[in-house]
């Protein structure tokens, strides 16, 4: 079996209303899906975390790649990607990102190689229903969606989430520039979903340290499962440890300065941005070593997230639930999506590979999106669009 062709499509995946972050109004993501054919048939589907990712893998990665084994994986990187240590010393992260897209793909042509799911590739399912966390925030109104712009408002779609999906697990923005805001925020969504409901606050590094130190209180005797990026940094964070006892998460990936400094203490990541399933397990397998807990985060389309449901699946380590933007998601570029957590949970495809379809029809659709919209701004500033919001806010 050869490589015949490679093909990467820009597509934008629209949220059904824009949310309001600590960086400003955040109206969905772009990603590149990415179709890797062989010369008996069989087509892997990946996924990159940019549009840039597309020119990289027409030109360059396909040039290499086409007439090679795709089951050689460690091969195809090989002529893709330089060293992980060379990539890092030149800041040429996005490169490892974009393989990450292609790596994917690759494993999903395993599967359908072996007609095999892919979390039996990984070593085996520890678990096969995925769970992940409703999302919350304040968002802006459009098409009759979002439109919450209070804490009682945003407490309401929590409530409203846990009656009708029976979702006990909760993540959402907790950045507002006042900090008493904040605190009626995370209060009201306590109340409206229970004592017993997870709760995790993310803060997308809005704080200074002693913004954050005066919050602690408020948000420990909510019981917060764990505060997301409550500060800009690891550093800050090993700060701001001694006054709290409530955990922490972070999107950066330093993994050696987690282990030096004590903090954060989970990470959160997508597989792409480590460059595929390969070098996901081996951070993942750190982790463990380390103390460091692990789970992924939402944005993407059914693709990257059929990839994260494999390797929960597989991966003993992972116990939390995933960040998950699923219920905000309108649209898939997938026949069996968008996904939708029912009880907290969604089943881990079990067909072949990564067990889901392309639809040609919706991966058009999203394209033609990206071309007329061209890439989602999540930096947009609401307040005063000619100008960026600058962090911490207090």
């Given at each position: 079996?050869?490589?015949?062709?490679?093909?990467?499509?820009?597509?934008?995946?629209?949220?059904?209303?824009?949310?309001?972050?600590?960086?400003?109004?955040?109206?969905?993501?772009?990603?590149?899906?990415?179709?890797?054919?062989?010369?008996?048939?069989?087509?892997?589907?990946?996924?990159?975390?940019?549009?840039?990712?597309?020119?990289?893998?027409?030109?360059?990665?396909?040039?290499?790649?086409?007439?090679?084994?795709?089951?050689?994986?460690?091969?195809?990187?090989?002529?893709?990607?330089?060293?992980?240590?060379?990539?890092?010393?030149?800041?040429e992260l996005a490169l490892t990102a974009t393989w990450g897209g292609v790596e994917m793909a690759l494993w999903d042509l395993r599967g359908k190689a072996w007609n095999q799911p892919l979390y039996l590739l990984l070593g085996g399912a520890v678990r096969k229903e995925i769970a992940f966390t409703e999302y919350f925030a304040y968002r802006v109104a459009g098409g009759g969606k979002?439109?919450?712009?209070?804490?009682?408002?945003?407490?309401?779609?929590?409530?409203?989430?846990?009656?009708?999906?029976?979702?006990?697990?909760?993540?959402?923005?907790?950045?507002?520039?006042?900090?008493?805001?904040?605190?009626?925020?995370?209060?009201?969504?306590?109340?409206?979903?229970?004592?017993?409901?997870?709760?995790?606050?993310?803060?997308?590094?809005?704080?200074?340290?002693?913004?954050?130190?005066?919050?602690?209180?408020?948000?420990?005797?909510?019981?917060?499962?764990?505060?997301?990026?409550?500060?800009?940094?690891?550093?800050?964070?090993?700060?701001?440890?001694?006054?709290?006892?409530?955990?922490?998460?972070?999107?950066?990936?330093?993994?050696?300065?987690?282990?030096?400094?004590?903090?954060?203490?989970?990470?959160?990541?997508?597989?792409?941005?480590?460059?595929?399933?390969?070098?996901?397990?081996?951070?993942?397998?750190?982790?463990?070593?380390?103390?460091?807990?692990?789970?992924?985060?939402?944005?993407?389309?059914?693709?990257?997230?059929?990839?994260?449901?494999?390797?929960?699946?597989?991966?003993?380590?992972?116990?939390?639930?995933?960040?998950s933007l699923l219920r905000m998601q309108p649209h898939d570029v997938i026949e069996e999506g968008p996904f939708r957590p029912e009880n907290n949970v969604v089943r881990v495809p079990e067909g072949a590979g990564l067990?889901?379809?392309?639809?040609?029809?919706?991966?058009?659709?999203?394209?033609?999106?990206?071309?007329?919209?061209?890439?989602?701004?999540?930096?947009?500033?609401?307040?005063?669009?000619?100008?960026?919001?600058?962090?911490?806010?207090?």
């Open positions: 079996m050869k490589i015949s062709a490679i093909r990467a499509t820009p597509i934008n995946v629209p949220l059904e209303a824009a949310y309001i972050w600590s960086y400003g109004a955040l109206p969905g993501f772009t990603q590149t899906i990415i179709e890797i054919e062989t010369d008996e048939g069989a087509t892997g589907i990946g996924e990159a975390p940019s549009a840039a990712a597309a020119a990289t893998i027409n030109g360059a990665f396909a040039e290499a790649l086409i007439g090679r084994d795709p089951l050689d994986i460690a091969g195809c990187e090989l002529v893709c990607l330089p060293s992980s240590r060379g990539v890092q010393s030149v800041s979002g439109g919450e712009a209070s804490p009682e408002a945003v407490a309401d779609y929590c409530a409203r989430m846990k009656d009708e999906h029976g979702s006990t697990m909760f993540e959402g923005k907790v950045s507002d520039a006042n900090p008493k805001d904040a605190i009626r925020l995370a209060t009201a969504v306590r109340k409206a979903i229970g004592d017993d409901a997870l709760l995790r606050a993310d803060s997308n590094h809005a704080y200074t340290v002693a913004t954050a130190r005066m919050l602690a209180p408020a948000f420990e005797e909510l019981g917060l499962d764990c505060w997301e990026d409550p500060v800009g940094t690891y550093e800050d964070m090993a700060r701001l440890r001694p006054h709290m006892r409530l955990a922490f998460s972070s999107h950066n990936i330093d993994l050696p300065k987690a282990a030096r400094l004590g903090v954060p203490d989970n990470i959160v990541t997508n597989i792409a941005g480590h460059g595929g399933f390969t070098r996901t397990l081996k951070f993942i397998g750190a982790c463990e070593q380390f103390g460091i807990g692990f789970w992924c985060y939402s944005g993407d389309s059914g693709v990257a997230t059929a990839a994260y449901m494999h390797l929960c699946a597989s991966q003993n380590w992972i116990t939390k639930p995933n960040q067990g889901v379809t392309l639809s040609q029809d919706k991966l058009k659709h999203l394209h033609r999106h990206y071309l007329e919209h061209g890439v989602m701004n999540k930096y947009a500033n609401p307040a005063d669009p000619g100008r960026y919001i600058r962090l911490p806010l207090v």
